[in-house]
């Protein structure tokens, strides 16, 4: 139990630096100023008593240079990490929408996505990578025709690249199903879905999310397709 607990305190404390070789590499681009009347003047102080008990000058140097680097660090993690771009998924939505012919009802599997930290996101797009199929006789997914990369529509911005604000929530339709048994991805090029997806039952789609200097978010959904037409489910798995 106690080597399970200082294992997990060594992967908590080893996560907290793993920023550092970014800060050693801006710390080049730093002036000394910026930090030394930071709270690195704290290590100094303590350097400086170190000094007074006759530690080795060379101890001293060491400690203070290291004091002087972990202090500036962690004055400088909170601030990178709360402008590093990130995406966060917020969960799948379903929104009903008109179309110009009045007898026809849509619904939309749409994305809800947004910039988790303070960093505008550029170039964002969405891309669909593969949809399966579950299949009892196989008990396991099997792969459709539609196993090759297409770009997602964007909530009224259409397929191409938008621009992620702070705070603000993006949408990315993934589908649409209608009252007339047609469904349709999102996609460009547009495609009709209904030869891959063709029968009652259980659809996977893998979707990517990427944008400039920012890592990518992978989201896979389980997409069950039910009587009646708007009885659809989806659920992140």
Request: contains cysteine; charged residues 20%.
């Amino acid at each position: 139990m106690a080597f399970e607990s200082l294992q997990r305190w060594l992967a908590e404390r080893a996560g907290f630096y793993r920023e550092l070789p970014d800060y050693l590499r801006g710390l080049r681009k730093t002036a000394i100023q910026e930090i030394v009347y930071g709270e690195s003047v704290i290590a100094t102080a303590f350097a400086v008593y170190t000094y007074v008990y006759s530690i080795s000058l060379a101890s001293v140097l060491l400690f203070f240079a290291g004091s002087f680097v972990l202090a500036g660090y962690h004055i400088w993690r909170a601030e990178h990490l709360r402008l590093v771009p990130k995406f966060e998924h917020l969960g799948a939505r379903f929104e009903q929408k008109t179309t110009t012919d009045p007898t026809e009802q849509r619904r939309y599997v749409q994305l809800r996505l947004r910039s988790i930290n303070d960093a505008e996101i550029e170039q964002c797009e969405g891309h669909l990578l593969q949809v399966m199929r579950w299949s009892d006789e196989e008990n396991d997914w099997i792969e459709t025709e539609l196993n090759q990369h297409l770009h997602l529509h964007w909530s009224y911005g259409g397929p191409h690249p938008i621009t992620f604000h702070p705070g603000m929530e993006e949408r990315l339709n993934l589908l649409w199903v209608n009252n007339r048994t047609q469904i349709s991805l999102e996609t460009w090029p547009q495609v009709m879905a209904i030869a891959a997806i063709n029968a009652l039952g259980a659809y996977k789609f893998d979707v990517h999310v990427t944008g400039r200097n920012c890592p990518p978010i992978k989201i896979r959904l389980r997409l069950q397709l039910t009587q009646p037409w708007d009885a659809l489910t989806v659920e992140q798995i």
